[in-house]
């Protein structure tokens, strides 16, 4: 079932409160959740709630702390197991939300090549 608009906030805003801790208290925080939960999306339906989350963290405009863990963890992850199912979404987002393709230059190379040619296309990189 599709998480609720209230706990993807519940997600987002735990998500920004861990990656603004100082390291050393991230490893004892009960809010590791809000990490992990990124981590391999098992299902369409969970990297669909991946995706909620990710564009509501984003729309919150976090410090750049945040936004760069959202795309090396996060957004990475999606697009490593699930690009195929996203990249038109994420094509889209890229071009109509500056921040989002902003946010597609801390993503490394994953995903299938067809997708991660169509990644570097969307963040504007010329190759």
């Known amino acids: 079932?599709?998480?609720?608009?209230?706990q993807v906030d519940e997600w987002a805003t735990a998500f920004i409160?861990?990656?603004?801790?100082p390291?050393?208290?991230q490893q004892s925080s009960e809010q590791f959740w809000a990490t992990e939960r990124f981590m391999c999306p098992a299902d369409a339906e969970h990297a669909e709630d991946c995706w909620r989350v990710i564009l509501e963290v984003l729309s919150?405009?976090?410090?750049q702390r945040v936004i760069g863990m959202l795309a090396a963890g996060a957004l990475?992850?999606?697009i490593d197991d699930w690009?195929?199912?996203?990249?038109?979404?994420?094509?889209?987002?890229?071009?109509?939300?500056?921040?989002?393709?902003?946010l597609l230059g801390g993503v490394w190379e994953s995903g299938p090549p067809e997708v991660w040619a169509r990644v570097k296309n969307a963040?504007?990189?010329?190759?």
């Open 83 to 102: 690009g195929a199912l996203f990249i038109d979404r994420v094509e889209l987002e890229a071009r109509r939300n500056p921040a989002f393709r902003h």
């Open 17 to 21: 409160q861990y990656q603004q801790l």
């Open 123 to 127: 963040r504007g990189e010329v190759w």
């Open 76 to 78: 990475e992850d999606l």
């Open 1 to 6: 079932m599709a998480l609720t608009n209230a």
């Open 23 to 25: 390291q050393k208290e």
């Open 60 to 63: 919150r405009k976090p410090p």
